[in-house]
């Protein structure tokens, strides 16, 4: 269904949402059911009941990576000092979650906690005003808690708690259990079609136990995020699009965003995607929401900062893994009954089924430290095959006893031919796997990472160092549970290295009360930047403790009702990118040019020279680095700024004369540049388009000379930039021929702008480069001359080169050499 194009208007939707997880999700069914026009972007695929994969084969091809020729449901991320795991399908998140409905408690709503490196946590929100929202969602997801009192699993977490004396509880879960609602769980029977329908339009059934809720269920039990509020949003006009992945956007003139994306075919899965190879496809919209989860949100985010002037310097803060830590149960036994192995069943029930709640400092109760909760983390039953064939010894035993008794009867000539009892000695009593249980935590660590790019990738720099205290004692008590039930406690393997893997990452983007400490307000609108909100965990400041999905839920809705009681169109921003004025004419001359097509005529590179004869062209490569600041317009306190943030630019150019005799006859000595641009604050690599560099421009100031660059680039998210810059060539006192020749003051501009165009363009950033020893060494070896005359080519560049620097420099160096 394709959204409602309003006539005469300049946008194609009201609203373009990036992501259907749990903040997109909501987005678009509250928007698209208030009338608004509503196109959701996803990048993965739809999955209907009976379409995630389950063999061998299926699930090494269940992960997300186009550029391997991958668009599974596992997006893996790895950092220094975790890993994550998020999803990527029609429904986000939720494919993937354990389906748990918690509240964020009350009281860890903190005010201005301090961090340990500075700064603190605040949320500018309370858990009053989230509740009627906390409300909404629940009812949508139909919250029911786990109804069945016989499994084993959740037995032994409620008597374990019991034992300890800890809180404990079932909580709500988005899974339909029963047929109809205050009717007996029963597994399997037919699930009702609600009235806005169903987008796959294939039967569920009720929650069969099996375990399998983080594969993605393949019987529709689970009350996901496309089952119901996308479906409520399709039935309300919101137009649904898979297989679209944004790669950037940016502010409008007067208003409103351009986001722009790739198609990924499905018939193209299974086949290497370069990146770049994909054609970028355009919506314009008055509001945008991105949802794509605290990874992609944050990095788009920081892909196109450039295109967003004034962006607050809280992007890339707070990130925090929720507390989230595995851990193990092994062996349990009933201790209190005498010994021997105690059944745990792990694989029966949903994955979570309770949840022990262990208080926190600011409940008031008297508890000290981090609050957390333990909840049992149940698997699939293949799983229980896998820990069993994994216990090599006791399989090798077995299968040896199997074989000689078969032997012992064959050579035997036993009369006996029923080998069942065989059989089952060979399997073996899998006691192991049946008494064992994985226990997840997850609370309130340290809000402290950062996340950032680095050479174009997300990179999260987050240790467990200042959370250590907070994961000790969350180890604590999971041991403390496994002691309750006579069993042992067994790290999971990463923690070995001090590492955790997080299923619920947040931050990036945090909210706060204003754009020192927040990106985004307490309603998801990005400071500066109106009509752009971020609607999903990157805009938390911190973590939930609880699982967090039905608080990000509730957030999104709570933003959605601002929005639907504010105008169509927000007010105009300015954040407004100069127009992309790139002309189709050849390279320009340097300063003295003002049109394209003067340009073009003075480094015409297929011009004859007056004879008839080939021109020779010569060409040399230069890499310059440094740094560079934002939302500044002086380079000196660009470079300050950007080394104490630690932005670095740098550039490699190949600067080509196309006629050597030309260049060195033109007073402005125009060449060529071609190459890229690498900054992570602009995006990553950003490739130079058209490209201009002039060699010793004179002035009125006959003393001085100006050695230009325009750089033409597109950032990676596709918006344009120049990057204009000169080396000042002047002779004050002391011998600084070196440091005049090889600094770069830069300015970055908004959009491809002409010489004529600098001082209406605007700067978002500056910065100086400079050209180190060991790089200008290397440079001397780039030098090449091509044509009839490469000789005389390089003579005359370097006559050309030496006589301007003797002009300037000649008579300080002759004073430098002569006796006091």
Known sequence: MMANKRSGNRFEADVVIVGSGFGGSVASYRLAEGGR??????????????????????????????????????????????????????GGGSLIYANVLLRKDEHWFVHESPLPGGGYEHWPISRADLDPHYDRVELMLGATPYPYADTPKTVAMHEAADRLGLQVSRPPLAVTFAPRPGTAPVPGAPVPEPAYGNLHGLPRDTCRKCGECDLGCNFGAKNTLDHTYLSAARHHGADIRTHCEVRGFEPLPGGGYEVRYVVHDPADEGSPTATGQLPLRRIRCARLVLAAGTFGSTYLLLRNRAALRGISRALGTRFSGNGDLLGLVVNATRAAEGGGPRSLRSSTGPVITSAVRVGDELDGDGSSGRGFYVEDAGYPVFVDWLAEAARVPGLAHRTVAFALRLLRERLGSSPQTNISHDLALLLGPGVFSDSSLPLLGMGRDVPDGRMDLRKGYLDVDWTTRTSRRYFERVRSTMSDMAGALGAEFRDNPLWWARRVITVHPLGGAPMGRDPGEGVCDSFGEVFGLPGLYVLDGAALPGPVGANPSLTIAAFADRACDRILAGPREPRGTDATPAPDTASAAGPVAGAGSTSTQDAAAAVDAASPVADGERSTSLSFTEEMKGYIALDVQDPEQGRALGRTLQQRLAFRLTITAADVDRFVADPDHPAAAVGHVDCDVLGGRLPVERGWFNLFIRGDDLSRRRMLYRLHLRAPGGSTLTLVGHKEVHDDPGVDVWRDTSTLYLRVLAGHVEPDGDDAAPVLGAGIITIHVGDFAQQLTTFRAEGPHPARALGRFGRLFLGELWAIYGSQLIAAGEPG
């Open 37 to 90: 026009s509503v196109v959701t972007l996803e990048r993965g695929k739809p999955y209907p009941p009976g379409s995630f994969p389950r063999t061998p084969a299926g699930m090494a091809r269940n992960f997300w990576d186009p550029s391997e020729g991958m668009h599974g449901l596992f997006d893996i991320w790895s950092f220094r000092g975790l890993e994550g795991v998020v999803s990527s399908g029609l």
